[in-house]
């Protein structure tokens, strides 16, 4: 089962018109992603501006993104920094028909490590859908140690990680220290390529959103993948906060009907306009 949550999983980004959630241009971006290959999609994370999401934007994007997806796994992004919270959300989120939960490490409140494990058993043991954690220290500050991983690892309703600190220490010794079917994806794209060499099983990327071809022929071979190039994308990609320059490439690729973004982000800085709209000329996308 946990099989299927190996490989490149999008995380997508919402498009808005005029303050409204944008689902003709969600339609043609999943279809631009099935078209190329897409492993599965994450709704609701980061990249989807999920703290300015309600709910039943959250739903609604869940069912057209699922309408379009065939058998492709859809993870659904449920964390906050309440227990509670959380809870609810996984549940929600269980009740639409998750494939699986992205639960981020609590951020703010800088729970202690048996805080955190305590957080996630308790959501995963809330609904029968399996969970995935989430650790992103350069978003919540407190962070899973390798040890919370294993003790976690033995909940079987909590089957693998999105790894996202860019600490390829910590990612080697994760690697040695949960089961051999604990999934590990990296959350981190500056940094995948070597998280793969690692025996990673995949990614949750923004980048896949734009150059999804590339990002597929990257992971199925390691040997291929153009380093520079990879190097030179993600340079551009995060010339500002995720997902301000994406939904601007998007945008600009004719996916996405505006770049509109929810406070507190806002569109991508005029400065930026000239070398991002070279980079996607450079890998042929406009």
């Not at 896949?208 to 030179?232: E, G, R």
Request: charged share 20%; aromatic share 8%.
């Amino acid at each position: 089962m946990n099989s299927k949550f190996k490989g490149v999983f999008s995380a997508l980004p919402t498009p808005f018109d005029g303050g409204k959630v944008d689902y003709a241009s969600l339609e043609k971006h999943v279809q631009y992603q099935i078209k190329n290959g897409i492993t599965g999609f994450v709704v609701n994370g980061t990249t989807a501006e999920s703290p300015t999401l309600l709910w039943s934007e959250v739903e609604q994007i869940f069912k057209t993104v699922k309408s379009i997806s065939g058998d492709r796994p859809l993870i659904v992004g449920v964390g906050s920094n309440s227990t509670a919270k959380t809870i609810e959300n996984a549940k929600k989120a269980a009740a639409l028909g998750a494939d699986a939960l992205l639960a981020v490490v609590p951020y703010y409140n800088k729970p202690p490590q048996r805080g955190l494990v305590a957080h996630f058993n308790a959501v995963a043991n809330a609904t029968e859908v399996p969970v995935i954690l989430y650790n992103v220290p350069g978003r919540t500050i407190t962070a899973l140690t390798v040890e919370s991983v294993v003790e976690l690892a033995k909940n079987k309703k909590i089957i693998g990680i999105k790894e996202a600190s860019g600490d390829m220490a910590y990612v080697e010794k994760l690697h040695k220290s949960v089961p051999a079917d604990f999934i590990k994806l990296s959350g981190d794209d500056a940094t995948y390529i070597e998280f793969l060499k690692l025996k990673g099983d995949g990614i949750i990327s923004v980048m896949s959103n734009v150059i999804t071809k590339q990002c597929m022929q990257w992971t199925k071979n390691l040997d291929a993948t153009d380093f520079n190039s990879h190097l030179k994308f993600i340079n551009g990609i995060y010339a500002e906060a995720n997902p301000i320059v994406p939904k601007w490439m998007l945008y600009k690729m004719g996916l996405f009907k505006s770049a509109e973004m929810r406070l507190p982000l806002v569109d991508l800085d005029p400065a930026l306009y000239a070398p991002t709209q070279a980079l996607l000329k450079e890998f042929s996308l406009i």
